[in-house]
């Protein structure tokens, strides 16, 4: 898989408040999610993104709560992945099992915003475009590729009991 | 092999002979939790696969806490999602308004959960049930969708970072202010991914309020759990007031390998308070009197338990608050709600003017019972300080223990609970 978009850039820690408020979590509509994210931090960023940028941050991206309408909120507003140079585990489980495209990469300083990347999530590579410069994200564990490439944890779940019941 | 604590509970939840930090597992799991922001994703997403029953009708607990009595039509909807969900699955632990609490301190008061269990919530303060000894952590909604259906989880096996906290805590000091302190030297990503196991002489002499309210801020330092050996103090917990907890008591092996080992003499910590906007920003109170306050709130899953309401109204007996200040007290559970009562300390609180709520998350996360307006501060007994976590974006948040926030309701600033 292969993406192409514009930088937004963020700090270290942005918190799961700070993707979506709690205030909007009475709803699980992706659009309505999607146009209240990170409104905290910036609030016209829904409508100043387009569809397939990125989100570029520091460490520990979405620390804080379990709440999955911070991926829905994100997937919602356009982004086609988030670049980080590291996750809270909470956040990063819940990419993982929804399929939002997440990749670390060591150093961001060399990406700023308003470049262009291209992305790709197979080889791990990082293209910035604008300052033709290359990144390498670190690979992620084979089980965890796995669950990626079934489409998510409950699809995986599906493969491995058709598995079960094939070896009986 | 000698093991950590942790590692035996993950190892007896497997089929697997040995287990190392880094290991992928697929664990069984003991309970699954879900609340009303979280489960109805959960639960959408158990129907979109066509699952027809789910894994244990004993093993899942629903708790409508965090919007609920609903505060809008909306948080009715999503509660709603909840109550039919148990109702078509004849879920046992369900707990409708009334008869709830909120989840971290309902779990462990009605005996649902104990030493040795794997316990996964689709909350992040999930973590709070190490304080018994179990590995508990919290996950996603779809995490929690996969729990309902197979009753497994799969985790990676935590590194774990031992804390030895020696010595003897001085007064108006408790499991709160260790977790501050803590966090504080850490950071709030100091023990990312990691378990973090809790020991010492100060640990031993914790009353379980107090250790729950240490386990409950792991994730703060962006820990995988918290946890502590269970002993004496959780056997009776476990066996008192009509529960019934078996339990299976693990405690880490000599020679046990730990990625890291902190030392804390508790004797030299204050009461600790914790500035916006993260709650690594800790530090002794006496650096904040001159912060004034709007508003302070007692409750939550870190703090609203009996024995917090007991040393806020130790405080607050026989005094007002400052005139300026809105204090907001809510019990975590029905019970509390009711031995407070009882106890005389709802009178404390109403006749110092305070407000004494039903249980609920309240304010905690900004939902309702207490919301912040531009520019306005609040000190909490609560566990985040994020940026407009508890209101408006310009609104701010303080951290602290109940004595504290009692002490800075009446002083209308933030206050040494010494001051009063």
């Known amino acids: 898989m292969k993406f192409k978009g514009k930088v937004w850039k963020f700090k270290d820690d942005v918190n799961t408040d700070e993707i979506i408020p709690a205030r909007h979590l009475n709803t699980t509509d992706p659009k309505e999610l999607g146009s209240h994210c990170m409104e905290d931090i910036d609030k016209d960023f829904s409508k100043k993104i387009s569809k397939g940028d ?5 460490k520990n991206f979405g620390c804080g709560s379990s709440r999955e309408h911070a991926q829905i909120s994100i997937k919602g507003a356009g982004i086609s992945c988030v670049i980080a ?3 809270a585990r909470i956040f990063l489980r819940n990419a993982i099992n929804m399929g939002l495209p997440i990749l670390e990469i060591e150093d961001i300083r060399g990406i700023k915003e308003g470049d262009y990347l291209e992305v790709d999530l197979n080889s791990g590579s990082v293209m910035n475009l604008t300052e033709h410069k290359a990144h390498k994200a670190k690979s992620l564990p084979k089980f965890i590729q796995e669950i990626i490439k079934s489409g998510g944890l409950l699809k995986w779940i599906k493969r491995r009991e058709l598995d079960a019941k094939r070896t009986k | 092999m000698a093991y950590t604590i942790t590692e035996k509970i993950l190892l007896a939840h497997t089929d697997k002979k040995s287990i190392a930090p880094g290991d992928f597992i697929y664990a069984k799991i003991d309970l699954a939790l879900g609340n009303d922001i979280t489960a109805p994703i959960a639960i959408q997403e158990f129907e979109l696969t066509g699952a027809k029953k789910v894994f244990d009708r004993h093993k899942i607990a629903l708790v409508p806490d965090h919007f609920t009595p609903a505060k809008d039509k909306k948080s009715a909807e999503q509660a709603k999602i909840l109550a039919n969900f148990a109702k078509k699955h004849k879920i046992i632990n369900y707990f409708e308004v009334g008869r709830m609490g909120v989840e971290h301190a309902l779990l462990p008061e009605a005996g649902l959960v104990g030493p040795g269990d794997l316990i996964i919530g689709a909350d992040s303060h999930t973590c709070t049930y190490g304080a018994l000894g179990a590995f508990s952590t919290g996950i996603g909604s779809t995490d929690l969708a996969a729990g309902f259906i197979t009753g497994c989880v799969w985790l990676k096996v935590p590194e774990t970072i ?7 805590l001085k007064p108006w000091v408790g499991g709160k202010d260790l977790i501050l302190h803590t966090i504080g030297d850490i950071g709030v990503d100091g023990a990312l991914y990691m378990a973090m196991e809790f020991q010492g002489e100060a640990i031993k002499a914790l009353s379980m309020d107090d250790r729950f309210s240490m386990c409950n801020m792991a994730i703060e330092a962006g820990g995988k759990s918290g946890i502590i050996e269970p002993d004496e103090i959780t056997e009776k917990y476990i066996r008192s007031e009509g529960r019934k907890v078996k339990g299976v008591f693990y405690k880490s092996d000599e020679g046990a390998r730990y990625c890291k080992v902190i030392e804390h003499d508790v004797s030299k910590i204050e009461p600790q308070v914790s500035a916006p906007h993260l709650p690594s920003n800790s530090a002794p109170v006496s650096k904040f009197k001159k912060i004034n306050i709007d508003q302070s709130v007692i409750g939550s899953c870190t703090n609203g338990r009996i024995s917090d309401l007991r040393i806020a109204a130790k405080i607050l007996k026989g005094k007002k608050v400052n005139s300026r200040v809105r204090l907001v007290i809510i019990p975590a559970t029905q019970k509390i709600y009711s031995q407070a009562i009882k106890e005389g300390l709802a009178d404390i609180f109403l006749n110092a003017g305070g407000v004494f709520s039903t249980p609920s998350c309240g304010p905690c996360l ?14 909490a007994t609560t566990n985040r300080n994020f940026r407009g976590r508890m209101g408006h974006p310009d609104s701010e948040v303080y951290l602290s223990n109940p004595a ?17």
Request: a positive charge; zero cysteines.
């Open chain 2, 162 to 168: 031992k804390f030895i906290y020696s010595g003897k």
């Open chain 1, 54 to 58: 990125i989100i570029v941050a520091g």
């Open chain 2, 366 to 379: 900004g939902g309702h019972l207490g919301i912040l307006a531009s520019g306005e501060r609040a000190i």
């Open chain 1, 85 to 87: 140079e590291s996750f």
């Open chain 2, 404 to 420: 504290v926030a009692a002490a800075s309701a009446i002083k209308g600033r933030i206050a040494h609970p010494e001051e009063i």
